[in-house]
């Protein structure tokens, strides 16, 4: 029984633990009666097992054994983990004197990460006794003890070929790959890259503002969506802003074709996509701003290494090791550390591209977390109750709110509007944009009917969240009630707001602000 509970437990740990055996003169892996050893590198820590017949060895052997095992971890470069860990497998209770041995025999040297520790197994009761609290883990020897104690030992382990075990492992180590060219990654770059031409030559020919052209072909913007445009969720993933937007997300996606040539066609084509619309209902929920740009479906692709890195951790950390948590990391810190990037999308996204991937990918029956109906499960939860609580949330139905008073002022409804923008400020809105919204229609509006003293009051409340905007309609105001320096003084400084900002503000509201300055002969 001993020996096959020896070959069940070798098997277990090549298996599920990344462990090898150690080859004799002849590069050949065989099974020993009275010990057997193995090793791994786990992140760069030296992991060795030791699996000993208890029974075979006197307490005086034990002693001798663990000793030597501590003159090993000193001979060994100092910076190197080392974690030993002496399994022995007893037919029934040992001999006290050996237990006594073997649980002095503990060693440990925390600040170096030097260890060895001891497990003893009593095959009669089908037990396993761990002599030691630290480290909180054995690498899953003790986990994988019980469950051979559970299942049964079978005597026709001692029939499988060791060598072949292990040859299965070593070809885990190496990435199958499921497509050898990545065609889907380029022929999204070269859609993006057409839609961004055909865009950018519609715009100069009709002179058509882009960000407008973008509203048009599939933005996102929220207020659509809410009315009835689902299919913004998926149409920005093709939209760029500029240029730098275009090349930046182009150039990622060339980077990260891996995640193609890994998983498969199919498989990227349904993460992508995926990833992409998950990435702009993130946006949806928590950005008012216009949205657009692969960005949220190429960091879906960095989802989907991570889960790549849960299925197969040995294989990501040789291929990838902790780049891909950098890349991430690096991207997100500055989203967050500039103002226009949407990285709420990319959070999105990220999350989105992790779970589509457990969700496209074949349930392993060893792990449940890599069972592919939790990640469609998860999928459908997180999707439903994103959109239910985006197009059902009081914030999301200002903003319907806000779309038709600004459809009212389109249709110069003055007095609607007034009456609409009133009943939008008693909700108490929360967005900022559509604060900026209101409280600009609203005292456009209360200008056109006269009621200035309003008016300027909603202006002023305008310039503490939008000073440009607010200064602009303010000097407006004062104009028409032929308050002159008043006028002069806001105008000019909206003037100067608009020309400091980057893109040089608005050409025909500065035009304008100075036709108005000379009718009043500044």
Same mark, same amino acid.
């Given at each position: 029984?001993?020996?096959?509970?020896? !070959?069940? =437990?070798?098997?277990?740990?090549?298996?599920?633990?990344?462990?090898?055996?150690?080859?004799?003169?002849?590069?050949?892996?065989?099974?020993?009666?009275?010990?057997?050893?193995?090793?791994?590198?786990? !992140?760069?820590?030296? $992991?060795?097992?030791?699996?000993?017949?208890?029974?075979?060895?006197?307490?005086?052997?034990?002693?001798?054994?663990?000793?030597?095992? %501590?003159?090993?971890?000193?001979?060994?470069?100092?910076?190197?983990?080392?974690?030993?860990?002496?399994?022995?497998?007893?037919?029934?209770?040992?001999?006290? /004197?050996?237990?006594?041995?073997?649980?002095?025999?503990?060693? %440990?040297?925390?600040?170096?990460?030097?260890?060895?520790?001891?497990?003893? $197994?009593?095959?009669?009761?089908?037990?396993?006794?761990?002599?030691?609290?630290?480290?909180?883990?054995?690498?899953?020897?003790?986990?994988?003890?019980?469950?051979?104690?559970?299942?049964?030992?079978? &005597?026709?382990?001692?029939?499988?070929?060791?060598?072949?075990?292990?040859?299965?492992?070593?070809?885990?180590?190496?990435?199958?790959?499921?497509?050898?060219?990545?065609?889907?990654?380029?022929?999204?770059?070269?859609?993006?890259?057409?839609?961004?031409?055909?865009?950018?030559?519609?715009?100069?020919?009709?002179?058509?503002?882009?960000?407008?052209?973008?509203?048009?072909?599939?933005?996102?913007?929220?207020?659509?969506?809410?009315?009835?445009?689902?299919?913004?969720?998926?149409?920005?993933?093709?939209?760029?802003?500029?240029?730098?937007?275009?090349?930046?997300?182009?150039? +990622?996606?060339?980077?990260?074709?891996?995640?193609?040539?890994?998983?498969?066609?199919?498989?990227?084509?349904?993460? !992508?996509?995926?990833?992409?619309?998950?990435?702009?209902?993130?946006?949806?929920?928590?950005?008012?701003? =216009?949205?657009?740009?692969?960005?949220?479906?190429?960091?879906? =692709?960095?989802?989907?290494?991570?889960?790549?890195?849960?299925?197969?951790?040995? =294989?990501?950390?040789?291929?990838?090791?902790?780049?891909?948590?950098?890349?991430?990391?690096?991207?997100?810190?500055?989203?967050?550390? &500039?103002?226009?990037?949407?990285?709420?999308?990319?959070?999105?996204?990220?999350?989105?591209?992790?779970?589509?991937?457990?969700?496209?990918?074949?349930?392993?029956?060893?792990?449940?977390?890599?069972?592919?109906?939790?990640?469609?499960?998860?999928?459908?939860?997180?999707?439903? +109750?994103?959109?239910?609580?985006?197009?059902?949330?009081?914030?999301?139905?200002?903003?319907?709110?806000?779309?038709?008073?600004?459809?009212?002022?389109?249709?110069?409804?003055?007095?609607?509007?007034?009456?609409?923008?009133?009943?939008?400020?008693?909700?108490?809105?929360?967005?900022?944009?559509?604060?900026?919204?209101? !409280?600009?229609?609203?005292?456009?509006?209360?200008?056109?009917?006269?009621?200035?003293? /309003?008016?300027?009051?909603?202006?002023?409340? @305008?310039?503490?969240?939008?000073?440009?905007?607010?200064?602009?309609?303010?000097?407006?105001?004062?104009? /028409?009630?032929?308050?002159?320096?008043?006028?002069?003084?806001?105008? @000019?400084?909206?003037?100067?707001?608009?020309?400091?900002?980057?893109?040089?503000?608005?050409?025909?509201?500065?035009?304008?602000?100075?036709?108005?300055?000379?009718?009043?002969?500044?």
């Amino acid at each position: 029984m001993k020996r096959e509970f020896t !070959y069940s =437990l070798l098997q277990a740990l090549i298996k599920d633990r990344d462990f090898m055996p150690l080859q004799d003169a002849e590069g050949k892996y065989s099974i020993y009666d009275k010990i057997n050893i193995l090793t791994k590198d786990a !992140y760069g820590a030296l $992991v060795i097992v030791e699996l000993l017949d208890g029974d075979s060895l006197t307490s005086e052997e034990i002693e001798e054994r663990l000793r030597g095992n %501590q003159n090993i971890i000193y001979q060994i470069e100092e910076g190197i983990a080392q974690y030993i860990y002496e399994v022995f497998i007893f037919s029934s209770y040992p001999e006290q /004197d050996k237990l006594n041995v073997i649980k002095a025999a503990q060693y %440990q040297k925390a600040k170096d990460r030097k260890y060895i520790k001891c497990l003893s $197994v009593n095959l009669e009761n089908k037990s396993v006794e761990r002599y030691f609290k630290l480290p909180l883990t054995d690498e899953g020897i003790s986990k994988n003890i019980k469950a051979i104690m559970k299942q049964g030992i079978s &005597r026709e382990i001692v029939d499988v070929d060791i060598e072949e075990v292990v040859m299965q492992k070593r070809n885990e180590f190496h990435i199958k790959l499921e497509a050898k060219t990545p065609i889907l990654s380029y022929a999204l770059i070269a859609l993006n890259v057409i839609i961004w031409i055909a865009l950018s030559l519609y715009s100069a020919q009709s002179g058509t503002n882009f960000n407008e052209l973008l509203l048009k072909f599939g933005a996102k913007e929220n207020t659509h969506i809410l009315s009835g445009e689902y299919w913004r969720f998926i149409t920005p993933v093709f939209l760029h802003f500029d240029i730098p937007h275009l090349v930046l997300n182009c150039y +990622s996606l060339y980077a990260l074709n891996i995640v193609e040539r890994v998983f498969g066609h199919v498989k990227f084509l349904a993460v !992508y996509l995926i990833a992409g619309i998950m990435g702009n209902i993130a946006s949806f929920l928590f950005s008012m701003g =216009l949205g657009a740009g692969a960005s949220g479906a190429i960091f879906g =692709l960095l989802g989907s290494l991570l889960y790549f890195g849960l299925q197969r951790p040995t =294989l990501f950390k040789a291929y990838f090791g902790a780049n891909v948590f950098v890349m991430i990391f690096i991207n997100l810190a500055y989203g967050f550390s &500039r103002s226009g990037i949407d990285n709420f999308a990319h959070i999105g996204g990220l999350i989105g591209g992790f779970l589509a991937t457990g969700a496209v990918s074949a349930s392993d029956k060893t792990k449940w977390y890599l069972n592919r109906f939790i990640y469609i499960a998860v999928t459908i939860v997180i999707v439903v +109750s994103s959109l239910f609580y985006g197009f059902g949330n009081p914030e999301s139905k200002i903003t319907l709110k806000v779309n038709e008073m600004e459809e009212l002022d389109k249709n110069q409804n003055w007095n609607e509007v007034i009456k609409a923008g009133k009943e939008i400020l008693a909700l108490n809105p929360k967005s900022e944009s559509n604060r900026i919204s209101v !409280y600009w229609t609203l005292a456009k509006a209360q200008g056109m009917t006269g009621e200035f003293d /309003d008016a300027v009051e909603n202006a002023k409340k @305008l310039v503490e969240i939008d000073p440009t905007n607010g200064r602009y309609i303010l000097g407006l105001l004062y104009h /028409d009630m032929g308050q002159f320096e008043k006028a002069r003084d806001e105008l @000019l400084e909206a003037k100067k707001l608009m020309s400091d900002k980057g893109n040089g503000g608005s050409k025909e509201i500065i035009s304008n602000i100075d036709s108005i300055l000379r009718n009043m002969g500044y």
